[in-house]
């Protein structure tokens, strides 16, 4: 068993921000794979169902942002799972608006909802970072994430979102390649020519996960700290 969690703030107020990408994208793999209807669980939204052979948990923390991690905390606790099990979708300001990283551990940034899971959970979960740009300065920031995506945003969100759905169950069977694979066929499709072959699928570029680049003594550090 897996747990995907979006990262976001409930409400209509915040449905379409930028910082609520995440919930967007456990939304869209709920909606395309089947999944049971949302129901509320430990501080927030939850649905169940398969991708693959692997059984899904789906969460949405309504805990706000800054309190992610309790909710997450109470899931893994009731489902008996360690950070290893935990995947987390969240927007990433240090990425350009559409592309999409892997990430095993590492540091929060920053992210309030990152810190919260650190705080409860550690840092040994995945994360699947999806750039939603960066406003240029910091004291900008809460402001940019706060706000909606504009309308020129909606294409290729849309194309990321897809992408993320139809990689689902790579990611869920740890293979990240085909994942990334699956969200670059979305966003970046091969060009069709009517002189040249096909592009073949291998041969489109594929983001690779992100090495943890960690010292053993930061990683532990990360765990313990």
Request: hydrophobic share 35%.
């Given at each position: 068993m897996l747990l995907f969690v979006g990262l976001g703030n409930p409400g209509a107020?915040?449905?379409?921000?930028?910082?609520?990408?995440?919930?967007?994208?456990?939304?869209?793999?709920?909606?395309d794979h089947g999944f049971a209807p949302w129901r509320a669980k430990f501080q927030g939204q939850l649905s169940e169902g398969r991708l693959g052979s692997e059984k899904i948990v789906l969460l949405k923390p309504e805990t706000y942002m800054n309190l992610s991690g309790q909710s997450v905390g109470e899931a893994m606790r009731f489902f008996?799972?360690?950070?290893?099990?935990?995947?987390?979708?969240?927007?990433?300001?240090?990425?350009?608006?559409?592309?999409?990283?892997?990430?095993?551990?590492?540091?929060?940034?920053?992210?309030?909802?990152?810190?919260?899971?650190?705080?409860?959970?550690?840092?040994?979960?995945?994360?699947?970072?999806?750039?939603?740009?960066?406003?240029?300065h910091k004291d900008l920031v809460s402001r940019y994430v706060l706000h909606d995506f504009a309308k020129a945003d909606e294409a290729w969100l849309d194309d990321v979102l897809r992408g993320i759905s139809d990689g689902a169950a790579h990611l869920a069977e740890g293979d990240s390649g085909k994942f990334l694979n699956a969200v670059a066929l979305r966003t970046q499709p091969p060009r069709s020519s009517t002189t040249a072959k096909p592009t073949p699928e291998k041969k489109l570029e594929q983001p690779q996960e992100e090495p943890d680049t960690r010292s053993a003594l930061q990683r532990l550090m990360d765990k313990f700290g």
């Open positions: 107020k915040y449905a379409q921000n930028r910082h609520n990408v995440g919930f967007m994208a456990v939304d869209r793999i709920a909606d008996k799972l360690e950070p290893e099990h935990v995947i987390v979708f969240q927007d990433e300001l240090d990425l350009a608006p559409g592309k999409v990283r892997v990430k095993q551990g590492g540091g929060h940034a920053g992210h309030n909802g990152l810190r919260s899971l650190h705080q409860h959970i550690g840092p040994e979960y995945r994360r699947v970072r999806i750039g939603i740009g960066h406003p240029g």
